[in-house]
């Protein structure tokens, strides 16, 4: 297998065909874990060209790629790699065989240089490392692809796309023959997305099989020549893209077509009301960007969008209102009242709710009890004899009838955060907070990840929230989803607040010119 | 996967286990605990001395015995303490290396109670004593929390290095000011009077301490499973962070934290002064914080697990001073046990298996 990868080595540039046309063919493939099959009977087939792996989440499809990965043992199934039996047994022999797959969490060493990262890749890695050839190496396939990356860096100071092609450089050069992408958008900001589709076309073009796992079906029609479709650990069907609609997709996704959301009209009554949240000039100095003159104002009933590229402010003007950082000048007023240096603990009390971007790693304790983390929630509230007991009784009429308010499945309140999907957690953390009813509520990329119809069920949640009078606070990378549920949009750029606009007349070309500062 | 490693996951009795996980659990603790007696067997074999005898000794002369039971619950108040005062600081996240200066700087204090209010009766310099027991050790462990709390120094470290800060200052006390002019070559405290040591329960030699031990143990496992500040504890322990987006005061939970944990080895420190030893000396405590510190570790931090471990090695400890009698072994060869131990539990609670990307 190595011979192969030698055979790539500069010396052949010129006329450097590239060497993969390679097929895989999965048959039958099971995978279980304990009582649950993640991977049900699953077949599955790779030639050249771009295939994307389409389903909700937990739908089973990094399982898929994992086991043919090697990652995950099989517990049924057979793997064909070019007309030959193959038993992945580790990620090692798949990256032996040309199997190269991109995690959708990145595997590098952040201490080390991208040089040396890939050079830990190389099977045909010499003892005594010849650094500038492994760095030319790099660069030559980095140009041919268009993965602009420096050399001599290291990774940790990288931004994630820049980290991305550093993983997929590394792939490559290790020889990989057939290329695997877990979800490999998810974690690029908007305008990166198209630079990564491009690489993915001449790779391509260079006549690699391409393997894309998604949820989202505008990539699958940008880019895929083929889609196969999972639901719940089966594939429902492969098909060619250009025999089948977006709808005919989405109803393999989910078995019936889920609904839009719609914004309701809008309260007109809250412009005049006090404000239940103001930033008067507020300056926060915290863990990430500072925030320089922050102004801004949530009326009873109104949901405020704030777009902007990630990284520009938009989480640390979430913990400048939720109290997480703290104000340095100016003034927070909450309520009325001035809360410029409450704790997190009061502000909470006071009654505003907060909806993470990922639930479990920032609002829920993942080895604590559902009821348990409802009672987190509130402590106060729940505490008896002073808090030398705690009414879980109450916990449970409380959470009980909260659930059925807002019509969600009622889960047990016995088990543990953990074991929730993404996107339960999600709607779990959302529920716990507007049962305590609060008056303003901050989601920090609420829909992140989730599937569709967790996307508009937290949609859906927020919708209601503001009908109810609650002040939402809505940090979303979706344009679309910005624009169809606030009342007033802010961008962000650079810690900073640079305009406001009317999501019922503007367009994503506009708030794209305005995250960017192309407006000059 | 091996095929050694084959042949283990691909076995009847394995399946059987399988559908039994309590069983395969116990199964599993017992064929370690196995490991470590034939390590131990082996090395008594080493010194060309019979293990069978020296397990009788240790058996004879421990558990069978009124002074021998007596002695090994003697040695586990302190060991009770100590694991305590690492398992409270470590569910909120906090490594507290400390408990040995926490048990020096608490007998320190308590001593200077107990010689300076000399005309107290008992029932009001007793508790005087444990209290300043409480708060040296608190106070000590406390400055270790601050420091962590505002983001200075780690609490291993600090903690590491508070010790020899607590056992010199004891020590240049001891040596200068507080010396007791009639012991003349001892550098110790004077003897504190008879009404600042802790009676004994009858002819034992056992004192109220140990009651006191049990009972925070227990007390404190109650208190994280039913009170909101318990609830708030293991979700710090859970996730900072999230804990943090809750409302948790996370800072005052890692001092707070730190302040009981120091508070209850000072304890230790005041038990040791006033049931045993009657003066201060260098010699307060022979390692019990850091026994304490493997011990918790040992039990997991688990409040459940901490009393039967404290008793196990308390029984290793004394049974070192029989063996070194009885057998000519060396005191030391328990240490090895100990560690054998530690070992053990280690190997046998790791479940991930490395990766083999």
Same mark, same amino acid.
């Given at each position: ?13 010129a ?9 895989l063919?999965?048959?039958?493939i ?5 009582p649950v099959?993640?991977?049900d009977?699953a077949?599955?087939e ?17 399982t898929?790629v ?8 099989l517990?049924?199934g ?5 007309g030959?039996?193959?038993e992945?047994?580790?990620p090692?022999?798949a ?9 959708q ?17 190389l099977?045909?890695?010499p003892r005594v490392l ?9 660069r ?5 692809y268009?993965?602009a ?8 100071t ?8 550093v ?5 490559l ?10 979800e490999p958008?998810?974690t690029?900001?908007?305008q990166e ?14 006549g690699?099989?391409?393997v ?5 079906l ?13 639901r ?9 893209i250009?025999?089948?609609?977006e709808?005919?997709l989405?109803?393999?996704m989910?078995?019936e ?6 914004r309701a009209?809008?309260?007109e009554?809250a412009?005049?009301e006090?404000?239940?949240?103001e ?6 100095v915290?863990?990430?960007?500072p ?10 009933g109104?949901i ?7 990284g ?11 109290g ?6 100016g003034s927070?007023i ?14 909470r ?10 639930a479990?790693?920032q609002e829920?304790?993942?080895n604590?009890?559902?009821e348990?983390?409802?009672a987190l929630?509130?402590?106060?509230q ?22 059925a308010k807002?019509?969600?499945?009622l ?6 955060a953990?074991?929730?999907s ?8 959302l ?6 009813e ?16 967790s996307t ?5 949640l927020?919708?209601q ?5 609650c002040a939402?606070?809505?940090v ?25 606009l009317?999501?019922r ?10 995250m ?5 | ?13 394995a399946?059987w286990?399988?559908r039994?996980?309590r069983v ?24 060309g001395?019979?293990?069978?005898h020296?397990?009788h000794?240790?058996?004879a002369?421990?558990?069978?015995t009124?002074?021998g039971?007596e ?9 009770l ?7 409270i600081?470590?569910?909120?996240g906090?490594v ?9 700087i ?5 001593v200077?109670v #107990?010689?300076?209010?000399? *005309?107290w009766?008992?029932w &009001?310099?007793?508790? %005087?004593? =444990?209290?300043?027991?409480? +708060?040296?050790?608190?106070a000590?462990a ?7 709390a505002r983001?200075w ?5 600090s903690?590491?290095?508070m010790?020899?800060?607590a ?9 200068g ?16 009077s008879p009404?600042a040591?802790?009676p004994?329960?009858?002819a034992t030699?056992?004192?109220v301490?140990?009651?006191?031990a049990?009972?925070?143990?227990v007390?404190? #496992?109650w208190?994280?499973? *039913?009170?909101?500040?318990? &609830?708030?504890?293991? %979700?710090? =322990?859970?996730?900072?962070? +999230?804990?943090e ?5 996370v800072s ?16 230790a420190g005041?038990g040791q002064l ?6 201060l000396?260098?010699g ?7 026994v304490?510190?493997?011990?918790s570790?040992?039990a997991?931090?688990?409040?459940r697990?901490?009393?039967p471990?404290?008793f ?12 070194q ?15 054998i ?9 790791a ?7």
């Amino acid at each position: 297998m190595s011979t192969e990868a030698v055979a790539e080595r500069p010396s052949s540039t010129a006329e450097r065909t590239p060497t993969a046309s390679a097929s895989l063919i999965a048959r039958g493939i099971v995978k279980r874990f304990g009582p649950v099959v993640a991977v049900d009977h699953a077949d599955f087939e790779i030639g050249p060209g771009v295939h994307a792996l389409l389903g909700e989440n937990g739908a089973g499809k990094s399982t898929l790629v994992k086991a043919i990965y090697g990652y995950e043992q099989l517990d049924e199934g057979e793997i064909v790699l070019d007309g030959r039996h193959v038993e992945v047994k580790s990620p090692a022999v798949a990256r032996r065989l040309g199997i190269g797959l991109v995690f959708q969490t990145f595997t590098l060493i952040p201490a080390l240089t991208v040089t040396e990262n890939v050079a830990l890749f190389l099977p045909d890695l010499p003892r005594v490392l010849h650094h500038d050839e492994i760095a030319s190496r790099i660069r030559e396939t980095a140009q041919r692809y268009g993965l602009a990356v420096d050399t001599e860096r290291r990774v940790g100071t990288l931004s994630l796309p820049e980290q991305q092609r550093v993983e997929i450089l590394r792939v490559l050069l290790s020889g990989a023959k057939i290329l695997i992408f877990d979800e490999p958008t998810s974690t690029l900001p908007a305008q990166e997305v198209d630079a990564l589709f491009d690489v993915f076309r001449r790779l391509r073009d260079d006549g690699y099989p391409i393997v894309l796992i998604t949820h989202k079906l505008a990539e699958v029609f940008a880019l895929a020549d083929t889609v196969t479709v999972m639901r719940r650990g089966a594939v429902v069907d492969t098909v060619p893209i250009s025999s089948v609609t977006e709808d005919a997709l989405v109803e393999m996704m989910f078995g019936e077509k889920p609904p839009a959301v719609q914004r309701a009209a809008i309260a007109e009554h809250a412009a005049t009301e006090e404000p239940l949240l103001e930033l008067r000039n507020a300056t926060c100095v915290g863990q990430g960007r500072p925030l320089v003159g922050l102004g801004l104002t949530l009326a009873p009933g109104e949901i405020v969008g704030v777009a902007g590229v990630s990284g520009n402010g938009q989480r640390e003007l979430a913990d400048a209102v939720t109290g997480l950082s703290r104000i340095k000048s100016g003034s927070r007023i909450l309520f009325g009242e001035d809360a410029s240096t409450w704790s997190v603990r009061r502000i909470r009390d006071a009654g505003v709710g907060f909806v993470p971007e990922s639930a479990l790693g920032q609002e829920l304790i993942w080895n604590m009890t559902l009821e348990e983390n409802v009672a987190l929630g509130s402590p106060r509230q729940f505490s008896r004899l002073h808090g030398f007991a705690l009414d879980w009784r109450g916990v449970r009429t409380d959470w009980e009838s909260e659930f059925a308010k807002l019509d969600l499945h009622l889960p047990d309140p016995k088990r543990r955060a953990g074991t929730l999907s993404g996107g339960n957690a999600q709607r779990f953390a959302l529920a716990r907070e507007l049962a305590r009813e609060p008056r303003l509520l901050v989601a920090l990329y609420p829909t992140h990840g989730l599937d569709v119809p967790s996307t508009v069920a937290v949609q859906q949640l927020l919708l209601q929230a503001g009908a109810r009078g609650c002040a939402v606070l809505l940090v979303s990378q979706d344009l679309a989803e910005l624009t169809a549920l606030s009342d007033r949009l802010v961008v962000m750029r650079d810690g900073r607040i640079v305009s406001e606009l009317d999501p019922r007349t503007t367009n994503a070309y506009e708030i794209g010119r305005h995250m960017t500062g192309g407006d000059a | 996967m091996s095929a050694v490693a084959a042949a283990i996951v691909h076995n009847p009795a394995a399946e059987w286990f399988g559908r039994h996980p309590r069983v395969r659990e116990a199964a599993r603790w017992l064929a370690w605990a196995l490991v470590a007696v034939l390590a131990y067997v082996v090395l008594i074999l080493i010194y060309g001395k019979s293990p069978l005898h020296a397990f009788h000794e240790i058996w004879a002369n421990t558990l069978s015995t009124k002074y021998g039971l007596e002695d090994v619950l003697v040695r586990m108040t302190p060991l009770l303490f100590c694991a305590m005062a690492v398992a409270i600081p470590a569910r909120v996240g906090q490594v507290n290396v400390g408990g040995e200066g926490q048990i020096f700087i608490g007998g320190l204090t308590a001593v200077w109670v #107990a010689l300076t209010f000399l *005309s107290w009766p008992s029932w &009001l310099l007793l508790p %005087a004593m =444990g209290l300043a027991g409480m +708060a040296g050790g608190g106070a000590w462990a406390g400055i270790a929390g601050w420091l962590k709390a505002r983001g200075w120094m780690s609490e291993v470290f600090s903690t590491v290095l508070m010790n020899y800060v607590a056992i010199l200052a004891v020590s240049a006390l001891v040596f200068g000011p507080w010396r007791d002019p009639t012991s003349s070559n001892y550098p110790q405290t004077r003897e504190i009077s008879p009404s600042a040591r802790l009676p004994h329960f009858g002819a034992t030699r056992i004192d109220v301490t140990l009651v006191i031990a049990v009972a925070v143990v227990v007390g404190f #496992a109650w208190f994280l499973r *039913s009170t909101r500040w318990g &609830l708030e504890i293991r %979700a710090i =322990g859970g996730n900072p962070y +999230a804990a943090e987006r809750n409302g948790v005061h996370v800072s005052r939970y890692v001092i707070g934290c730190m302040v009981v944990g120091g508070a209850l080895a000072g304890l230790a420190g005041m038990g040791q002064l006033s049931a045993l030893q009657f003066r201060l000396n260098p010699g307060l405590s022979p390692g019990f914080g850091y026994v304490g510190f493997l011990l918790s570790w040992l039990a997991g931090h688990n409040p459940r697990l901490i009393v039967p471990m404290a008793f196990l090695l308390a029984v290793l400890a004394s049974s070192g001073d029989i063996l070194q009698i009885s057998q000519g072994l060396p005191s030391a060869i328990v240490n090895v046990l100990s560690a054998i131990l530690m070992l053990v539990v280690l190997l046998a609670r790791a479940r991930t298996k490395v990766s083999t990307a």
